[in-house]
């Protein structure tokens, strides 16, 4: 089977405009989140991690003209743009496919009808139909909207892709921005953190919504390997907890058919993981769940952390760019602290990530939950790990 | 994505079309919509029809409602599906115009500061794969579940996909199709897929080319 490498990546969030700023806060302990009063998102303060705006616009203008793109149309060309920029790939080649992942889109379109934007935009493949015009693709994308594992998902389907030798890249983008749309939503929910996000915390009590985009180049030719032990993906696997469309499952079984897939994809075992990413919403629900879930696949002293505390929740972004921070994990042997866990709150014993720590990681878990009853998780690991 | 010759061929078992003015399945028109009802009535008749008994659709949305009656018709006949292991049995759809529908009654709730009620009832069914969820609770499935976002429904990219997943060991039965609602059209394409059957003679496989003569 081809190995699938993971060539070069991007993240936007409040956190910066690359993977390496990106990372740097994360090493730093630094958050991004911050209170917003801003009456067209929130109509009480909240909590929240939004992107520059003013530094949106200038990085754009130099690519683009900003006045021909939606908000999330921007935040994903510049990621893509970015990536492009650090290898030889053209994807304007047939063999170069496009995967997108978005909970909602160009939202913002509905919600405002004060723009010049035609309303065919608010439709999620017209969304990717103007991005890959802008890189003058010639192949249909791929859109993946599964709540918030569509970025995990799109990633095991970009490696399903290469397997099959359809294309040799495939660059995987996903985003979503915030507007009143989704804060309104999960605050009619009671599912807003009064405060930032507390993953995996006793007293947590609710998530903290981001905005941001991610991107992820994969490719099946070695010659655009620039690291001498390259990350590559080895497995990934998604499942239904058919129990609830917007509570996840009180047993974590569905977490735990994921990982035991995505493992036997990989043809990994649970003795094979140094790290897991989490999706550790820091709702009281999911984290008590993904708790089993680990605990299920005997993972409790698997070192794991949340990265929601940094960059909050980004939905259709979330499982890429905290994809590309593992990755990061492995290239610098560093896992980050998961900020605001204080006291164990969850009923299983788990090793939750408490202080930065230096240390060899070679490969690691990613997993992710969301409404519909959706799981999903993605192995990750260097070349030469074996 | 292509596979090769030694991979097994899955098969439809059955399908169903539902338009505004009819049901299809498996190639019949079972009922029409005589009085040209509007959409809910129509979805009402049909649920009659079929004697769908699930007091949970009356909660759902219009595009969970279409996929999901969709859904109902290709499972009867066909319980077996629910006695495999459920973590095998998939549901993979797709969707031209994710939950616009509800996404603009929702908007409704909060567009209005001196008049604002968000529900946590509506704002759930924003999210296209939602309609995947209530298929999987009813059924208990636990499979591979993705809901792709495509201008029309694409044969090609549906059986490409769940081929894959089938010949990759994830799954070995899968609903696999599409349900799209807008206050102007709807539609739904729904097959019920499995591995080929050695002794079953009349296999219908899972092609794009068998699918596009079966919704002409």
Request: hydrophobic share 35%; proline share 3%; charged share 20%.
């Amino acid at each position: 089977m081809d190995t699938v490498f993971a060539i070069a990546d991007n993240i936007i969030t409040s956190l910066g405009f690359t993977s390496n700023e990106n990372f740097n806060a994360l090493k730093n302990n630094i958050s991004g989140i911050k209170q917003t009063t801003d009456p067209k998102i929130t109509q009480v303060p909240m909590y929240t991690s939004i992107v520059d705006s003013e530094r949106l616009t200038t990085e754009f203008s130099k690519i683009g003209n900003v006045d021909d793109y939606t908000r999330l149309e921007k935040l994903m060309i510049l990621s893509i743009n970015d990536v492009l920029n650090q290898t030889k790939i053209n994807p304007s080649q047939e063999d170069t496919l496009f995967i997108f992942s978005s909970t909602k889109g160009n939202i913002d379109l509905l919600e405002n009808p004060d723009h010049d934007f035609d309303l065919e935009r608010i439709n999620l493949w017209a969304l990717a139909d103007k991005v890959c015009a802008f890189f003058k693709s010639p192949v249909r994308p791929v859109f993946i909207s599964n709540a918030c594992v569509s970025g995990v998902t799109a990633i095991t389907i970009a490696a399903q892709y290469l397997r099959s030798k359809k294309y040799t890249n495939v660059i995987v983008c996903g985003g979503d921005i915030i507007s009143e749309f989704t804060p309104s939503g999960f605050q009619s929910f009671k599912a807003v953190s009064e405060n930032p996000c507390k993953p995996f915390d006793a007293s947590r009590n609710g998530i903290t919504l981001g905005e941001g985009a991610g991107t992820i180049l994969f490719s099946t030719n070695k010659e655009l390997v620039k690291d001498e032990n390259p990350v590559v993906f080895r497995g990934g696997a998604n499942t239904n907890d058919a129990n609830h469309i917007s509570g996840p499952s009180r047993t974590g079984d569905g977490l735990y058919y994921a990982i035991r897939n995505a493992l036997a994809e990989a043809e990994k075992t649970n003795k094979d993981i140094d790290y897991i990413s989490g999706h550790g919403t820091a709702t009281p629900y999911n984290d008590e769940m993904e708790s089993k879930a680990i605990a299920w696949a005997e993972l409790n002293h698997v070192p794991v952390n949340s990265l929601k505390a940094y960059w909050g929740h980004t939905l259709g972004a979330a499982g890429i760019i905290e994809c590309i921070a593992g990755i990061h994990s492995i290239k610098e042997n560093v896992l980050i602290k998961t900020i605001g866990y204080n006291e164990h709150g969850v009923s299983e014993q788990i090793n939750v990530i408490k202080e930065n720590k230096n240390t060899e990681i070679k490969n690691f878990l990613k997993t992710a939950s969301g409404f519909g009853g959706s799981n999903a998780a993605a192995y990750f690991s260097e070349l030469n790990a074996d | 994505m292509p596979t090769n010759s030694l991979n097994m061929e899955s098969s439809i078992s059955k399908y169903c079309i539902i338009k505004p003015n009819e049901v299809i399945v498996d190639g019949e028109i079972q009922f029409t919509n005589a009085e040209e009802s509007e959409f809910g009535a129509f979805m009402k008749s049909v649920y009659k029809n079929y004697n769908i008994n699930y007091p949970k659709y009356f909660k759902m949305d219009n595009l969970c409602k279409i996929a999901f009656i969709a859904s109902e018709i290709i499972m009867q006949g066909n319980e077996h599906i629910k006695e495999t292991d459920p973590v095998k049995v998939g549901v993979i759809m797709q969707n031209s115009h994710s939950t616009i529908d509800t996404d603009s009654k929702y908007v409704e709730t909060i567009i209005d500061k001196e008049n604002y009620f968000p529900s946590p009832a509506v704002f759930v069914y924003t999210l296209p794969n939602v309609m995947i969820g209530e298929i999987c609770i009813r059924n208990k499935f636990q499979g591979e579940n993705t809901c792709f976002i495509s201008k029309e429904f694409d044969a090609e990219f549906l059986t490409e996909y769940v081929d894959a997943l089938m010949n990759s060991g994830k799954i070995d039965a899968c609903i696999a199709g599409w349900a799209d609602y807008t206050e102007s059209d709807f539609s739904a394409i729904m097959f019920l897929v499995e591995k080929n059957k050695e002794n079953k003679k009349d296999n219908i496989s899972f092609k794009p080319e068998f699918i596009k003569r079966l919704i002409e």
